[in-house]
């Protein structure tokens, strides 16, 4: 597919939601869509506001949210979506109008809006505009319907669950996830704001068209349930880091010098530890994490985010003990070069929360994983990467014992290395969508001539 088959290069506004695995997705589709010849236009927020000069192809219309002095952290989370939904709209289509209006403003017209699935304010104002509007998710297809089985199971009654020990039952109508792997918990009475905010989530409203981070071979049953009820065509592209590589996506500084110390490391020996930009876990599991990690005798590269601890510096939280066993065999960082560490020979495995960035990033390199998942899709994916793709490893619980064991098996065990073998056959499987001829390009294909059909403005 040439750049220049589109002959009049026509702009496309998209709209990332300032979560670091929200906007790395969005700028990566950004990339893509500017490789098949379209001019890129991202409305941000300003807060976690993307670095316009670490990306000069894109022009950056920064919205006022009046985030200023509100509670961004992970508890607030949920008011924070709806602080920016309400506060950025009327901007958003004052830029819009202009856009629209004066074409000169640009130099393009616009062929549509591309929205995360949070930033709903943007789909508003393209219905408002009368563009055409397309949705981004950045999940999986099997995580969207395991939500739709959750609220039938609420209507039914059939959760919260009267006891616990019914968690590990499976659920026939989302075969192979059990009630435990649902991404909201099946015990408790879930607080309505938040089933509000979920319903709206998993709507795609009048959107044209769903774009997805995933592939076909990986999520092909659920993306037909949900084509049932979405009659909309559906382009599934990725793993977009795989179509746009070289893109910097980060808001946090990387920690280059991680990348020397895997270089002295043995082939396959090093376990590489991330919960992700969101997750916060409690002291307690921090320090049955380090110890876990600690005895198992692996070298070792642990990304711990200062934000990692609700309230306080993580890194200066770990235990003494593990610090020293760290000069020994071991590198703590706050944020890594992550796509780096993985493609990186030393590393042979990877404990992760699951969320979909990180699954993909590491399945793309075929590194095996242990799954730690914090909340909601990270529960199904791990699921997945266990049960349905084998690549990966469920902990029995995250406790000191179970973080070592798990360790020890992926890293030094028949077991472990049967899970490395698949991971590898999945690497390959993962090329061959993205290659010519593979499912990735031709949804990839289809979308261009999609967007490029679109009336917008002319
Ligand atoms: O030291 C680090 C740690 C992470 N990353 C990057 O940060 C991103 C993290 O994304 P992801 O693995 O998806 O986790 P979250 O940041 O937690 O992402 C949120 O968004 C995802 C996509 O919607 C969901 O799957 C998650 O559950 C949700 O928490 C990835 O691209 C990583 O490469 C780094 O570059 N360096």
Excluded at 279 to 285: G, L, Q, S, T
């Amino acid at each position: 597919m040439e750049t220049s088959g589109v002959e009049k290069r026509r702009g496309v506004v998209l709209v990332p939601c300032p979560f670091q695995g929200h906007i790395t997705p969005m700028l990566q589709l950004g990339w893509i869509l500017h490789s098949k010849g379209f001019s890129i236009h991202i409305a941000h927020t300003k807060f976690n506001s993307p670095n316009p000069s670490n990306l000069p192809h894109f022009t950056f219309l920064p919205l006022s949210d009046y985030l200023d002095g509100c509670d961004t952290s992970f508890h607030n989370l949920l008011n924070v979506m709806s602080v920016i939904n309400t506060n950025c709209e009327a901007p958003f289509q004052e830029y819009m109008m202009k856009m629209v209006g004066e074409e000169e403003v640009c130099g393009q017209p616009v062929a549509c809006i591309i929205y995360d699935s949070i930033m709903q304010f943007a789909e508003a104002v393209a219905n408002r505009l009368k563009l055409p509007s397309i949705v981004l998710r950045t999940t999986t297809a099997a995580y969207m319907h395991s939500h739709n089985v959750m609220f039938q199971l609420l209507a039914e009654n059939l959760v919260p669950l009267p006891a616990e020990s019914q968690l590990e039952a499976a659920i026939p109508q989302v075969y192979p996830l059990r009630f435990k792997d649902l991404p909201l918990p099946a015990t408790i009475e879930i607080p309505q704001p938040v089933l509000d905010f979920l319903h709206s989530y998993m709507d795609i409203r009048s959107s044209s068209a769903v774009i997805w981070n995933t592939m076909d071979q990986l999520d092909h049953w659920a993306l037909q349930q949900l084509q049932q009820d979405w009659p909309v065509p559906f382009f599934s592209i990725g793993p977009f880091h795989k179509m746009a590589p070289a893109i910097p996506t980060s808001l946090l500084e990387e920690e280059s010098g991680c990348l020397s110390w895997l270089d002295k490391q043995a082939p396959n020996s090093v376990i590489y530890v991330s919960l992700g930009s969101l997750a916060i876990i409690d002291e307690k599991k921090l320090i049955e994490m380090a110890r876990g990690i600690a005895k198992s005798e692996q070298p070792f590269l642990w990304a711990v985010r200062p934000s990692l601890l609700n309230g306080s510096d993580a890194i200066k939280s770990l235990p003494e003990d593990f610090m020293k066993i760290t000069q020994e065999r071991g590198m703590v960082v706050q944020w890594t070069p992550q796509k780096k560490v993985l493609a990186h020979p030393a590393v042979g495995g990877f404990l992760t929360h699951c969320g979909w960035n990180s699954t993909l990033e590491s399945m793309c390199e075929g590194v095996p994983l242990i799954c730690m998942p914090c909340f909601s899709d990270q529960l199904v994916n791990a699921r997945y990467l266990t049960y349905v793709w084998r690549v990966g490893m469920e902990l029995e619980n995250a406790g000191e014992r179970s973080i070592q064991e798990a360790i020890r098996t992926l890293m030094v065990s028949e077991e472990g290395d049967a899970i490395r073998q698949r991971a590898l056959h999945m690497k390959r499987e993962i090329e061959r969508s993205i290659n010519e001829g593979g499912s990735s390009y031709d949804s990839l294909y289809r979308l261009v001539e999609f967007i490029t059909s679109l009336p917008g403005t002319k």
